[in-house]
């Protein structure tokens, strides 16, 4: 009995031990998805807006993952849209909206997937306005598969909203509008 007690205190040791040290790697490389989102809420209805610039605020981590500042501020605004965020500077990162176009067969989809391809090459993640069933939802690009496709997340509440095939809904709709951000020189991917 003894034996096997030595032998599950000895397994919980290393499981917490090595548990802790993948947390921490994770949180060194700032994973998207395991340090952002998953730590990041929609608050309100009508908040997603603000709440994707959030979760890029914090990929940053220049501000907390506990910050809600921008949604709570919005709450369910009804007559937003990227235009509140073009221009504006936030906590050192400032937020341009690209694309602002007609959703026709005008649409430079090719010049929209390219931008948003030379963002996620240069580190930086790409805010969509992507269609829903009731109107339209802000996602996060985070990544591009090797199949060309782009990756994006998004919250409602709690829950996490994963796309993988984000070219395929902008290509049905004819279109949509971005927002991209630069940093200073001194924000680097995942720190300050």
Same mark, same amino acid.
């Given at each position: 009995?003894? @034996? ?5 205190v ?6 917490v031990? %090595?548990?802790? @040290?993948?947390q ?12 952002v989102?998953?730590n990041? =809420? ?9 709440s ?7 990929y !940053? ?13 919005w709450? =369910?605004k ?5 235009? =509140? ?12 909206q690209? %694309?602002v176009?007609?959703?026709?067969? +005008?649409? /430079? ?5 390219q ?8 580190g930086?993640k790409?805010?969509?306005?992507? /269609? ?13 598969t /090797? ?17 993988r +095939?984000t070219k395929?809904?902008v ?9 991209? !951000?630069?940093? /200073? ?6 720190? @300050?």
């Amino acid at each position: 009995m003894k @034996k096997i007690l030595l032998t599950l205190v000895m397994f919980i040791s290393t499981s917490v031990i %090595f548990h802790s @040290k993948a947390q921490t790697q994770k949180i060194d490389n700032c994973d998207f998805f395991d340090t952002v989102v998953n730590n990041h =809420n929609q608050l309100f209805q009508l908040s997603c807006i603000p709440s994707a610039v959030e979760m890029v605020l914090k990929y !940053y981590e220049v501000v907390d993952f506990d910050f809600y500042d921008l949604q709570n501020e919005w709450k =369910n605004k009804t007559d937003g849209s990227f235009r =509140n965020f073009d221009n504006k500077e936030l906590y050192g990162i400032t937020f341009s909206q690209k %694309f602002v176009l007609p959703r026709d067969a +005008n649409f /430079p989809i090719d010049s929209l997937f390219q931008t948003i391809e030379n963002e996620l090459k240069s580190g930086k993640k790409v805010i969509i306005s992507l /269609p829903e069933d009731t109107g339209w939802h802000m996602f996060v690009i985070c990544n591009q598969t /090797p199949d060309g496709e782009f990756v994006s997340y998004s919250k409602l509440g709690s829950h996490t909203l994963i796309l993988r +095939n984000t070219k395929e809904i902008v290509k049905k709709s004819n279109g949509t509008e971005i927002m991209t !951000y630069s940093t /200073p020189a001194r924000l680097s991917r995942g720190g @300050k």
